[in-house]
């Protein structure tokens, strides 16, 4: 079987979801499993509504999103009530609603995957594919109550793979959504879709993963900064990964994990270009640094926090590493990485959100701590970037034009650099680079 899944823009308009569902018939003999996002720009909107307070503004929300979805359906000449339940829902759920927690706001949310993914199988079916609209708690998701960024249950793999089996007919699952085992709406985070393929795909040991995007792949930088950018034909998982977590937007920062646990290759595609090869992530980095140049993508994320603390208690061992490490986990932290000197330690937060206040006395009784917001990450990954030399020169690129780096981390197994630069320098950084070692 082989996952397809569909981003926003993919299923953006009734132009865009004919070419998916050409995509899709043409790939029946592979047992498909389609998996969409909402149509571009209606999480965004779905978000807006839930936050207003106002009534007519709400009302004028929900006119909006109808309108998006209407249109579409005309196009395709698709029954104009097909959506009726959930506008109805949609309607009830605004006026009734009172409160904003993260709970309701994922309520709202889900009509975005719900809406389209009923478009996308009336439309395959019109076009004579026999086909499903699923939610995705239909075929299984069950989510832990993490509201806004849940991770699926252990038991969720085991019944996705039970209920895929059973059908007969192409299933279109809605990406980014999930239940709690009390039957409360869940979503995996902004992006989510993405990860949301990959349960599946891990779950049911499909031959590929594809995700079909409105870029030919996976690029050497952000095209919107770089337009020199090029696809990148082969990337490792851990490659991926990394350069996903320090903010590609191209996959959900936790796409690789099932992908990568159950050895499913998860390819990038582009829906209206799908002719190009695209980019296949594999397991096999090995192999893979044969073919790889000095540096084969970078990428920067500027929403990070960087926390240093001094203490004298560093030089009696590591016990009060262990200490951060707990505090951290106790109020749910991530820490993205990590530096170590004799009387000091650095960590990078993936946020920009304040520390919580039990985190930060914590710490503040461990040491002296100082908290920067005024840095970003870049991530370098390529075959030979921790050959002897490479660091040192692309450093010396980069502080001849007076940006200067600090807290340089290497990954163990030598296919990563991340360090961090000025926020008001990451943008030139990665242009430097780019140029330096890509685009030449
Ligand atoms: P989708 O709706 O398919 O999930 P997204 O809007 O989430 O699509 O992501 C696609 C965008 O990500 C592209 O338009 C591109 O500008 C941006 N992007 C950022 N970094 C990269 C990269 N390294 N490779 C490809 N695209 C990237
Ligand atoms: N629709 C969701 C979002 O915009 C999930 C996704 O597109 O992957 O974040
Ligand atoms: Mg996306």
Not at 23 to 46: D, E, F, Q
Not at 132 to 144: R, S
Not at 385 to 399: C, D, K, Q, Y
């Amino acid at each position: 079987m082989r996952v397809m899944k569909f981003g926003g823009t993919s299923v953006g308009n009734a132009e865009s979801i004919q070419a998916v569902c050409a995509i899709v018939r043409s790939a029946l003999k592979a047992r498909p499993v389609v998996v969409v996002s909402a149509v571009a720009g209606v999480t965004n909107a779905l978000i807006k509504l839930a936050k207003t307070t106002s009534a007519t503004e709400r009302v004028r929300a929900q006119k909006g999103i109808r309108r998006t979805h209407e249109k579409i359906l005309k196009d395709l000449r698709l029954d104009p009530t097909l959506l009726e339940n959930e506008f109805n829902e949609l309607a009830d759920l605004s006026k009734k609603t009172k409160k904003q927690d993260k709970k309701t706001l994922d309520h709202f949310v889900s009509f975005g995957e719900r809406l389209s993914a009923q478009i996308v199988g009336a439309a395959l079916q019109k076009m004579g594919v026999s086909s499903e609209a699923l939610p995705a708690w239909e075929i299984g998701m069950i989510t832990n109550d993490e509201f806004g960024d849940a991770t699926p249950l252990p038991a969720s793999p085991a019944l996705i793979k039970k209920k895929i089996s059973a059908l007969k007919v192409v299933p279109v699952v809605t990406g980014y959504i999930g239940k709690t085992r009390k039957g409360r709406i869940t979503t995996l985070g902004r992006g989510g879709s993405d990860y949301t393929a990959a349960i599946i795909g891990a779950a049911i040991h499909a031959e590929v993963i594809q995700i079909w995007k409105e870029v030919d792949g996976f690029m050497t930088t952000d095209p919107r900064l770089v337009p020199e950018a090029r696809i990148v034909p082969e990337l490792a998982f851990e490659e991926a990964s990394e350069l996903a977590y320090f903010g590609a937007k191209v996959l959900h920062p936790r796409t690789m994990l099932p992908a990568m646990k159950a050895g499913v290759p998860v390819q990038i595609l582009n829906t209206f270009n799908p002719k190009e090869k695209g980019t296949m992530i594999v397991s096999n980095f090995n192999e893979r640094k044969k073919s790889s140049r000095v540096i084969d993508a970078l990428t920067y994320r500027k929403n990070i926090t960087v926390i240093h603390i001094y203490s004298p208690m560093f030089f009696d061992g590591n016990k009060i590493i262990a200490d951060i490490f707990d505090l951290f986990g106790d109020y749910n932290v991530n820490i993205g990485d990590i530096a170590l000197s004799v009387a000091s330690v650095s960590l990078v937060m993936d946020s920009n959100e304040p520390l919580p206040r039990q985190v930060r006395s914590g710490l503040q009784k461990m040491g002296d701590v100082t908290i920067d917001t005024r840095k970003a990450a870049i991530c370098v990954v390529g075959g030979s970037i921790n050959t002897a030399g490479v660091a040192g020169r692309m450093f010396s690129v980069l502080e001849k034009n007076r940006i200067h780096v600090e807290m340089i981390a290497q990954a163990s197994a030598g296919y990563s650099i991340t360090f961090l630069v000025k926020k008001k320098d990451a943008e030139k950084a990665v242009k430097m680079l780019h140029k330096a070692y890509i685009s030449v």
